[in-house]
């Protein structure tokens, strides 16, 4: 099992910076993917960023050249998010994929003010 817990978030204005931290416990050896999907109020869960063990990141396109994902380990991952937009207002949920099963945090909610 893995376990995930969400920090950061909150309420910034538009064009400004927030950072997101999620710390992994549990099995952490077994994760091969750690990662940021959002869901906004309506809309399905959807992809931010994602990073592999050995270094590759996937950014979804809405957030290239925005966003920031990195990781220390396979124990903790991060998000920086800058020049915010209204458009990023959303729960912000942590994941992880380990031995075939994805695991998810509880949520961090964002909300960008226009």
């Known amino acids: 099992q893995v376990q995930l817990v969400e920090s950061g978030g909150g309420l910034v204005q538009a064009g400004g910076s927030l950072s997101l931290s999620c710390a992994a416990s549990?099995?952490?050896?077994?994760?091969?993917?750690l990662g940021w999907y959002r869901q906004a109020p309506g809309n399905q869960r959807e992809l931010v960023a994602i990073i592999t063990r050995d270094g590759r990141a996937t950014y979804a396109d809405s957030v290239k050249g925005r966003f920031t994902i990195s990781r220390r380990a396979m124990d903790a991952v991060f998000l920086q998010m800058n020049s915010l937009e209204p458009e990023d207002t959303a729960v912000y949920y942590c994941?992880?994929?380990?031995?075939?099963?994805?695991?998810w945090g509880k949520g961090t909610q964002v909300t960008v003010s226009s």
């Open positions: 549990g099995r952490t050896f077994s994760i091969y993917t």
């Open positions: 994941y992880a994929y380990a031995t075939n099963v994805d695991f």
